[in-house]
């Protein structure tokens, strides 16, 4: 079946700038994850959401950052007021549940950069 | 607050030859712990993953880790590296009872030939 897929794969955008990022789980995956990954470092863990509801938002970095799961499927990244700090990768993942056993699939990414 | 640290960012090992990629986590409950590689231009692909079964976890393309309390540790190994081995990998720890998980910085392996 399809894995996790994430839209645009590539966005530049200019300082000041909003941007959405978009993440397709995986059909019946209840668990959906946001991660940031800056250049040499690894994944940093951004939002989770179990079903509709963000379960921790405790990793987004500050109020610009935003995310919304309305049908408890495909999820949304919002970043208001770009900074050119905000370039990363932005990954998504979703698993069955949020039981450990359960495997996390990561999609490919969103390479953000801003300019 | 659960961490990971992966000692070396880069290591090369002769193809044929042991790898070992080493973590060590700092967890305040027993840890769940995973190994992932990212291939270039590609996704973070699950290797293998310690939930609190056996000790000594086997996973794809040869690679196993043993999960050793009094050291804290979680190393990766494969008795005989491969070209195809050569990637990014990453050691991760998850946080109840989300299952979110806090990654190492990444050991990058290459494989000479």
């Known amino acids: 079946g399809a894995g996790v897929s994430q839209t645009p794969s590539n966005k530049v955008t200019e300082k000041g700038k909003y941007v959405e990022l978009r993440c397709d789980p995986i059909?019946?995956?209840?668990?959906l994850y946001w991660y940031r990954q800056s250049l040499g470092q690894g994944p940093e863990f951004l939002i989770y959401f179990q079903g509709t509801g963000a379960a921790d938002d405790s990793g987004l970095p500050n109020d610009r950052f935003f995310a919304v799961r309305p049908e408890g499927s495909v999820s949304t990244l919002k970043i208001q007021r770009t900074e050119r700090g905000d370039s990363a990768v932005y990954l998504c993942?979703?698993?069955?549940?949020?039981?450990?056993?359960?495997?996390?699939?990561f999609g490919p990414g969103t390479r953000l950069t801003v300019l | 607050a659960q961490s990971v640290t992966q000692l070396g960012s880069h290591v090369s090992v002769s193809e044929g030859a042991l790898v070992l990629l080493r973590c060590n986590y700092s967890s305040s409950v027993p840890p769940y712990l995973f190994w992932y590689v990212q291939y270039p231009n590609q996704g973070l692909q699950l290797l293998l993953k310690y939930t609190s079964a056996a000790t000594l976890v086997k996973g794809i393309n040869g690679f196993e880790a043993e999960f050793k309390k009094s050291e804290t540790s979680f190393h990766l190994t494969k008795p005989s590296a491969h070209m195809s081995d050569a990637a990014e990998y990453f050691c991760?720890?998850?946080?109840?009872?989300?299952?979110?998980?806090?990654f190492g910085t990444g050991t990058s392996l290459t494989v000479i030939p």
């Open positions: 991760a720890v998850s946080e109840r009872p989300g299952n979110q998980f806090y």
């Open positions: 059909s019946g995956h209840t668990a």
């Open positions: 993942a979703s698993s069955r549940t949020i039981t450990a056993t359960d495997t996390q699939y």
